[in-house]
């Protein structure tokens, strides 16, 4: 099971990939493995030296009842004490935040989220990479014909 945020590698230039852990609850990790996840607008941020990820909407589990989670809530992510530095490092320079790439089931069974360092892209970028892949797909059908 893997969920892709498919939004940020047009809106963000992506320069270094991290896989940190997430502290969940039962349900969530239900709905997470029935695919019910939505990066829209969600970032990552840091509270006392820990990164949380904001607006990640994991939806209510249908047979959760009263044991269920809030689906907007703010999670913490779990990565080591170096990675932590450099990423708060990283982000105080101007222009860089951090943002979920990908969210996947690990072999072991735990949900994990791989996250970037992103910069924004300008709109005069997003249409030049609009182009390239445009003329990559008109390469390949010629070569498919």
Request: net charge positive.
């Amino acid at each position: 099971m893997e969920i892709k945020n498919k939004k940020a590698l047009f809106l963000y230039e992506l320069f270094e990939h991290f896989i940190a852990g997430i502290l969940l609850t039962g349900t969530e990790i239900k709905s997470i493995r029935a695919g019910k996840v939505s990066f829209t607008d969600s970032y990552c941020f840091f509270k006392e030296s820990e990164l949380w990820i904001k607006s990640l909407h994991i939806s209510e589990y249908s047979f959760g009842g009263h044991y269920n989670h809030e689906p907007k809530r703010d999670r913490k992510l779990l990565l080591t004490r170096h990675e932590l530095k450099k990423l708060e490092n990283k982000t105080k320079e101007k222009g860089f935040s951090i943002i979920p790439v990908r969210l996947f089931i690990a072999e072991n069974g735990f949900a994990k989220v791989e996250i970037a360092l992103a910069k924004g892209r300008k709109m005069k970028d997003k249409r030049e990479n609009i182009r390239k892949r445009e003329i990559q797909r008109d390469i390949e059908r010629e070569i498919n014909n």
